[in-house]
T-cell receptor
Framework: DGGITQSPKYLFRKEGQNVTLSCEQN?????MYWYRQDPGQGLRLIYY???????QKGDIAEGYSVSREKKESFPLTVTSAQKNPTAFYLC???????????????????FGEGSRLTVL | AQSVTQLDSQVPVFEEAPVELRCNYS??????LFWYVQYPNQGLQLLLK??????LVKGINGFEAEFNKSQTSFHLRKPSVHISDTAEYFC?????????????FGGGTRLMVKP
């Protein structure tokens, strides 16, 4: 079955440590995204990538880094510079909004199951 | 730019009662509209979407939503809720014909179904 796989599901980190969250998709989607979710605050965009080897900052990119070396993979690193990293992290993908075939490019996102990061 | 407002952050309701979760949006262009559901400690799952055509859209788990262009609303309804419908619900929009633009989400509504 096609889908998005995030790992690990739960992660504990000591203050000052970097940690990398994995996101892999087999939907053949060009675009991938990382969101952060805190209680009562909805979804906030961290980074997104519309194509391999290219990515853009979202609304809350400070303290995070990403890479997009393969179409299928979009890992997120939470660095020690992130002041409050405890949160639920969601990875998503979509068909790229670029191109002429608008009929299939609605912007619909497909989400992974999420990774919960707790800083001790 | 688009914005989405979900007017109720929490909606408590008794089991088997009807429910309506409200969503209003603001956009200078036509949009696609979506409702997602999130169960505890899980990712978001698409509930239903409006792309074009009939303004009444039916989704999974007995939910439906009606697109009202004049009122810029896309309210979600279910005639009889179950305990298993307890979850967070997100409304989202994306603009037509705008390369690179992504979904804009509302703040979410927590539906709490009581026995």
């Amino acid at each position: 079955d096609g889908g998005i796989t995030q790992s690990p599901k739960y992660l504990f980190r000591k203050e000052g440590q970097n940690v990398t969250l994995s996101c892999e998709q087999n939907l053949n989607h060009d675009a991938m995204y990382w969101y952060r979710q805190d209680p009562g605050q909805g979804l906030r965009l961290i980074y997104y990538s519309q194509i391999v080897n290219d990515f853009q900052k979202g609304d809350i990119a400070e303290g995070y880094s990403v890479s997009r070396e393969k179409k299928e993979s979009f890992p997120l690193t939470v660095t020690s510079a992130q002041k409050n990293p405890t949160a639920f992290y969601l990875c998503a993908s979509s068909i790229s909004r670029g191109g002429l075939f608008w009929g299939s490019n609605t912007g619909e996102l497909f989400f992974g199951e999420g990774s919960r990061l707790t800083v001790l | 730019a688009q914005s989405v407002t979900q007017l109720d952050s929490q909606v408590p309701v008794f089991e088997e009662a009807p429910v309506e979760l409200r969503c209003n949006y603001s956009s200078s262009v036509s949009v696609y509209l979506f409702w997602y559901v999130q169960y505890p400690n899980q990712g978001l799952q698409l509930l239903l979407k409006y792309l074009s055509g009939s303004t009444l859209v039916k989704g999974i788990n007995g939910f439906e939503a009606e697109f009202n262009k004049s009122q810029t609303s896309f309210h979600l309804r279910k005639p009889s809720v179950h305990i298993s419908d307890t979850a967070e619900y997100f409304c989202a929009v994306s603009p037509l014909f705008n390369a690179g633009n992504m979904l804009t989400f509302g703040g979410g509504t927590r539906l709490m179904v009581k026995p």
